[in-house]
């Protein structure tokens, strides 16, 4: 199974009969510990964890055309590994953007030393390549403005008791 190393986010590939221990359970994504590394596993991967795999349908697709809607299903899919929140009612995602066949993002992290930057870009663009017709996806980290909790949805305050 393909895993993401924490806080690289580089794949790398565990052995097919690994033990491992999950420690989060989130959005379709697990973080586990194996030999004593930290590794994010894709929901897509799932199965190999004796889990539900995490299966992406996008209604209404239509050929050629790459739809926001498919790309906000997918932000939603991507959780930060220590709050059990979205990223995009986290606020993390500051723009969104289709051109031709492209996907681009710029999102921020809610503290710029955070080390799951490099993961959570990382899950980001393996999961926008399940978006029909997406050739190619750009996520930049950006830290201006920084992120600060006035840029919570009110779902997210919501699940985070703050509303």
């Keep these: ?36 590394r930290l590794y994010r596993i894709d929901g897509t991967q799932a199965d190999a964890l004796g889990k539900p795999a995490l299966e992406m349908h996008f209604a209404n697709a239509e050929p050629g055309i790459i739809k926001l809607e498919h790309v906000d299903q997918v932000l939603r899919t ?46 980001l663009i393996q999961r926008l390549q399940q978006v029909p017709n997406v050739d190619e996806v750009d996520v930049k980290l950006v830290f201006e403005p920084l992120w600060n909790r006035s840029m919570l949805s009110d779902v997210a305050k919501l699940e985070l008791g703050m509303l």
């Design 1 to 36: 199974m393909t895993a993401l190393r924490v806080p690289s986010g580089e794949a790398e590939t565990l052995p097919e009969a690994a033990e491992v221990t999950i420690s989060q359970a989130l959005g379709g994504s697990f973080s586990v510990e194996f030999e004593g």
């Design 78 to 123: 991507i959780y930060d590994p220590e709050i059990p929140v979205n990223i995009l009612d986290l606020g993390l995602v500051y723009a969104r953007r289709v051109e031709g066949r492209t996907v681009s993002i710029d999102m921020t992290l809610t503290a710029p030393a955070c080390g799951m930057g490099d993961v959570l870009r990382a899950e």
